[in-house]
């Protein structure tokens, strides 16, 4: 098992940066998958992008690509999600999850791939 705990989200103007980290705490960091989600309100938790376990992969969904860069340091224990030229539409609850059991690359762009969850930071960007 594993704990997830997401900081540095806050209020950023339209086309400003922020970067957050998800900090993990528990089984061995370098055993899972990472993803980044996110949740507007009123809308469906989104992909966002994920990680591999030893960082050889990443994957991005189309409205962030180009923009925000998912990163993971194992010796921390910790998960990045740089976050450069940011939207009003960016505006949302982000979540870190771990993916540990067998996976797929689809698998890691759907919230049911994950086992486990933070709490959330929350991303808002004014326009």
């Known amino acids: 098992q594993v704990q997830l705990v997401e900081s540095g989200g806050g209020l950023v103007q339209a086309g400003g940066s922020l970067r957050l980290s998800c900090a993990a705490s528990?089984?061995?960091?370098?055993?899972?998958?990472m993803g980044w989600f996110r949740q507007a309100p009123g809308k469906e938790r989104e992909f966002v992008g994920a990680?591999?376990?030893?960082?050889?992969?990443?994957y991005y969904a189309d409205s962030v690509k180009g923009r925000f860069t998912i990163s993971r340091d194992n010796a921390k224990n910790t998960l990045y999600l740089q976050m450069h030229s940011l939207k009003s539409e960016d505006t949302a609850d982000y979540y870190c999850?771990?993916?540990?059991?067998?996976?797929?690359?689809?698998?890691?762009?759907?919230?049911?791939?994950?086992?486990?969850w933070g709490q959330g930071t929350q991303v808002t960007v004014s326009s």
């Open positions: 528990g089984r061995t960091f370098s055993s899972y998958a």
């Open positions: 990680i591999s376990r030893l960082a050889v992969s990443t």
């Open positions: 999850a771990a993916a540990g059991a067998p996976h797929t690359t689809v698998s890691l762009t759907t919230p049911q791939g994950y086992e486990y």
